[in-house]
């Protein structure tokens, strides 16, 4: 698997050769830099470490500070491990661009998805609601019963009910690159991905 780091940038369209109109997200991918290889010898398992856009060293820690420094790099924001990367020709403080990837490929794009705040039953898990009729008042986006009294006298766990909804870490496989500027480190991805603009993203292909 490789892939890469990345800031969404927001969303527009483009047209093909023969004129059909495709929904795109911009992802401003790279570059990312080794900040780390950990191996099954040292680690117990195999990956690579990558980490993307600068951050002030004041607002790094201590220990984070010397993370970068034996990478011979400055400290960055966003970090991410990739396993079954090839390893043998990787050395701590490379670069990696868009070139790893090409137009036509099929990835999968990891990212947080909007935070939407405390909502009801009818928008998080799209309840129908009650009657709108039959002299109900205040009924109309209520749960309705989230258990009974004699059995099981309590609610069950994972009962769908109102609460924070959104903040997930979302996966959503099989998007296709339909354009890459390589000089702008611009990836092009058909239809949308998960988080809000300027929230970083992690792209993967197997």
Do not use: W
Not at 57 to 77: D, N
Not at 101 to 128: C, M, W
């Amino acid at each position: 698997m490789i892939g890469l780091l990345g800031k969404k940038t927001g969303m527009t369209r483009i047209f093909d050769e023969n004129g059909h109109v495709i929904p795109v997200t911009i992802v401003e991918a790279g570059p990312c830099f080794v900040t780390q290889i950990k191996t099954k010898e040292n680690d117990g398992y195999d990956a690579v470490q990558l980490g993307f856009d600068e951050k002030k060293i004041k607002s790094t820690t201590k220990p984070l500070q010397g993370h970068f420094q034996k990478a011979g790099l400055t400290p960055k924001r966003f970090l991410a491990e990739f396993r079954n990367f090839d390893l043998k020709d990787l050395k701590l403080g490379q670069q990696i661009s868009v070139d790893v990837f090409k137009v036509g490929d099929k990835i999968t794009v990891q990212g947080v998805s909007k935070g939407k705040g405390f909502q009801g039953v009818v928008k998080r898990h799209g309840f129908g609601g009650g009657p709108k009729t039959h002299g109900q008042s205040d009924r109309l986006r209520a749960p309705g019963s989230i258990g009974a009294s004699s059995f099981p006298s309590r609610v069950f766990k994972g009962q769908r009910m109102a609460g924070r909804m959104g903040g997930d870490k979302i996966s959503i496989r099989n998007l296709k690159i339909v354009n890459i500027i390589n000089e702008q480190n611009l990836i092009f991805i058909k239809g949308a991905i998960p988080g809000h603009i300027n929230g970083y993203v992690k792209l993967m292909k197997k």
